[in-house]
């Protein structure tokens, strides 16, 4: 079932935090790409990805270790469950390039996890565990309302969060979710569908798209401290999220 692919239509636009307003657009890419990453998981790839093992602190209510990450059937698949990891008392799964990547389109085909509290993801990282500044490209979907997707980026360690309506529920099968980072604009898709730009404004540094190159990062996670924003994940709740495959395409 997580090969399926589903045809939805966008109900509505909600505006989350403080993103930026905008319609339902159906144009098309006019952007010329090359692939430079694709895995479709048949296997962990330590050429191109590490497992993280170590704990992030708050709000993360569970910490990474390598097991949770296992390869069955071409996909990845991330549990989340109660079991002790670096002082932690629930364990998840963190998959991230070992190197770095700027602009292009970033895709990953995922079933997200529909568990209140957690958030399956797709981003772009860097920050002071780095050694930079703090820029980020996410694509993150909620388990207490799995029709909708969470679109931001941060600069500096700004955010700027917006929510959209899917029209689908991401927690019963696979789509894909892509975004598409320039440094004039970033523009957001799920399943080839253009939803959401954003453009460089210039006003300040911190308004300002990412300009540093960050590591693509995809995991699931649950939640302490911010249950108004993830839900509430409750204790030994087991949550999964499946991925198909991650791509990276540079611009021509």
Known sequence: MFKNTFYFMLLSIFLFGCGEESSFNQETTAEEFRTLLLDDFTENNQTLWQKADWANGDPFYSAWCPEQIDFNESLLTITLEQKDCHAYTHASGEYRTLNTYKYGKYTAKFQASDVNGTISSLFVYTGVSEGTEWDEIDIEILGKDTTKVQFNYWRNGHEHPILFDLGFDASLATHTYSFVWHQDYIKWYVDDQLIHTVTENNNSDNDSLPINAGKIIINL????????????????????????????????
């Open 221 to 252: 996670w649950a939640a302490t401290g911010i249950d108004s924003w993830s839900g509430t994940y409750i204790d030994n709740s087991t949550a999964k999220a499946y991925y198909d495959y991650v791509k990276y395409e540079e611009f021509r």
